[in-house]
């Protein structure tokens, strides 16, 4: 099976690899596919893309600026001589690596700026296994329903949706009238239990230390704000076609209950395991088939108990305006997903405090809401969508609120 990879070098594109080296090392068969890397697009860790590239020998490759392109180029000349990919960069790039001929296109790029490549994946008929949820978030209207029209798969590789996906038994073959709501957990990220008086005084430092996953940057401060929570929930409303109201956030720090639904008969099915992102990486690799893992298995006994409580939406306001930001629909997830984006950049370079992401975050989108400069739009194209995303961006850049340090 032919795939391409777009953020190969972010945590969730190691992983991907990790499971094509895994899958690769067993005896092929239709459950454990031999699997060919065509494409890889990385942004501007070009040593590890080299290594990745030589070791996959990967035909496309795609990194973010030319200066990258020409870096990338110099090592292949000191290392391989005989090796002679096509080399990209920016957004070009990622539509060559994302159109390139394969089967399957993995989105383990991070935010707004995976949705172009991802609808030209689309176009030609690639199936999508999709980790980049800000795509779905800001534009799931237009993605899904592109899609349908192209009778492309889009196989989450989110951990709760591939928990639900698994738990509707394969998101095609569901029987919808039976489904009543999904229950969608939260680990609760490091804060949990604290009130939004103290969530004031923390560090990106501390923020990046995550209870149960390990993942990149950006994710690992949208877990600790609840924001994550929030993206999932549109990402789920849009990959299942629920209704905001169909879906309930509980928190459980042990992370071992992945998400579960819940059927009309009160049946809830739910899918656990270790947390480890392999798992579902790898079923999106191989669905609808099912192959062995290296993962480490799951003993309930040596766990010993799973707590779930419901989510504190007043110490993590994101959250619940990520609820009100789902039920408007239109450009205001767009919006959402940009301040978001933007403000998370700020905090991390420790230009804005903690609680001032979500007061940046609410504040553009209650601008939003009224703005004559860039109004809402209740059922906006793909250009309205990503002049929405461009406005909340710089909206906060302009008027940051929370005091620049
Ligand atoms: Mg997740």
Redesign the pocket.
Known sequence: MKIAVLGSTGSIGTQTLQVVRELNSRQESSCNPHVDIIALAAGSNVELLAEQAIEFNVSILSVKTPEDALKLKNIFKEQCKAYNPQIFYGEEGLINVATSPVMLLVTAIVGMIGLKPTLAAIDKGIDIALAN?ETLVAAGDIVMKRAKEKNVKILPV????SAIFQALNGVNSRDRSALKKIILTASGGPFRGMSFESLEKITPQEAMQHPTWNMGNK?TIDSATLM?KGL?VIEAMHLFDVKPNEIEVVVHPQSIVHSAVMYKDGSVIAQMGNPDMKVPIQLALTYPYRADSYTKELDLAEIGSLTFERPDFGAFKCLAHAFFAAEHGGTLPAVMNGANETAVGLFLNNKIGFNDIQYNVIKVMQEHMVSNECPFLKEPSLDDVLIADKWARTFILNETIGGLK
């Open positions: 949820k989110d951990s709760e949706h994710i994550n999932e």
